[in-house]
């Protein structure tokens, strides 16, 4: 059984920083890209970033490039999303995903991840 645990959300004021962190049960360390999605309110869930299993590849949404930067830790299974310079529109839950089949591809369709976290809310005043 796979399982992801996002952590890190909260309300920050606008121009500061979060950084979410998504940790995963897998027995193989590693192998699998890991990404990040986001749903506002009454909004289809979005790509926002992702890394492949070596963090050769990574890959973000127009919307956070330059603000956000997606990294992980193989020896730990752990994912991270640094998110900086936030804004109102950042305002959404945050879930992170995992894709097994294709560990090289960071693929920013949501179908292509077979494992979701529960997701973590952010929120960002202004």
């Known amino acids: 059984q796979v399982q992801l645990v996002e952590s890190g959300g909260g309300l920050v004021q606008a121009g500061g920083s979060l950084r979410l962190s998504c940790t995963i049960s897998?027995?193989?360390?590693?192998?699998?890209?890991m990404a990040w999605f986001r749903q506002a309110l009454g909004r289809e869930r979005e790509f926002v970033a992702a890394?492949?299993?070596?963090?050769?590849?990574?890959d973000y949404a127009d919307s956070v490039k330059g603000r956000f930067t997606i990294s992980r830790d193989n020896a730990k299974n752990t994912g991270y999303l640094q998110m900086n310079s936030l804004k109102p529109e950042d305002t959404a839950v945050y879930y992170c995903?995992?894709?097994?089949?294709?560990?090289?591809?960071?693929?920013?369709?949501?179908?292509?991840?077979?494992?979701w976290g529960q997701g973590t809310q952010v929120t960002v005043s202004s």
């Open positions: 890394i492949n299993w070596n963090a050769g590849n990574t």
């Open positions: 897998v027995r193989t360390f590693g192998t699998y890209t």
């Open positions: 995903a995992a894709n097994l089949r294709q560990p090289w591809r960071t693929a920013t369709a949501i179908y292509a991840y077979d494992y």
